[in-house]
């Protein structure tokens, strides 16, 4: 029997797995998660591993975003998890690069939050580089841009989420453990490898956003 691929997929509401043995798929499992990745996701990895019949679970891909990070630490935490026990090999692949879009040019982008947006541009659904964050009207600017291209826009927010910020004519589209698994397995084995040597985290488009107390520690009353 082949070694097995496990892929997960949690940086969107619309959350996947998907277990490959060679180019071949074997079985796939996916859940809609608003706040519940924790719980969804054992459930799903289950129904896969079921179907795998004594096959080795020799690597983990799971999408790294950009997206919910809850969703995403969940899912490394998950494969760290099932790394001790097969001895799998897990590695971060960032999760755009499965929204399986292979027709030439396109922009993708998702609400980055506290006004920003995440921009990314993809080749034939690869990913050219690392998303950056823009402000709400220069990502405006950009979706002007790439439409008077010619160039599609995509967003892995809903066509809700997408009108309430007054982003228009943007199409909605989410990555899927299929597809991420796809992009895997069709990349060059050298740089498969050097993902797996590199640590597994999720992808990181600013700093972290600290919150200070509004007063010291030893002003507060016990």
């Known amino acids: 029997m082949q070694d097995v691929l496990l892929v997960l997929e949690t940086s969107c509401v619309q959350s996947s797995v998907a277990a490959w043995s060679g180019e071949s798929?074997?079985?796939?499992?996916?859940?809609?998660?608003?706040r519940n990745h924790s719980s969804a996701i054992f459930k799903a990895v289950r129904q896969v591993l079921d179907a795998l019949e004594g096959r080795r679970l020799k690597e983990i891909v799971v999408g790294s975003g950009p997206?919910?990070?809850?969703?995403?630490?969940?899912?490394?935490?998950?494969?760290d998890g099932l790394s001790l026990v097969h001895g799998s090999r897990v590695a971060a692949f960032s999760s755009w690069n499965g929204l399986g879009l292979?027709?030439?040019e396109a922009c993708v982008m998702s609400d980055a939050r506290r006004g920003g947006w995440t921009w990314g541009r993809l080749e034939n659904g690869v990913l050219t580089d690392v998303p950056a964050v823009l402000p709400a009207e220069q990502a405006r600017v950009s979706v002007a841009e790439c439409m008077?291209?010619?160039?599609?826009?995509?967003?892995?927010?809903?066509?809700?989420?997408?009108?309430?910020?007054?982003m228009s004519g943007i199409v909605p589209v989410y990555p899927s453990a299929e597809?991420?698994?796809a992009a895997w397995l069709s990349l060059a084995e050298a740089r498969r490898e050097e993902l797996l040597e590199s640590p597994a985290e999720p992808?990181?488009?600013?700093?972290?956003h600290i919150t200070r107390a509004k007063r010291p520690a030893w002003a507060v009353k016990a």
Do not use: D, M, N
């Open 25 to 34: 798929l074997l079985c796939q499992a996916a859940w809609r998660a608003e």
């Open 67 to 79: 997206g919910a990070y809850g969703g995403i630490r969940v899912a490394l935490a998950v494969a």
């Open 102 to 104: 292979h027709h030439g």
């Open 148 to 166: 008077g291209k010619g160039v599609p826009v995509f967003s892995t927010e809903t066509a809700e989420h997408l009108a309430a910020r007054e």
């Open 179 to 181: 597809a991420l698994g």
């Open 203 to 208: 992808l990181y488009v600013r700093a972290p």
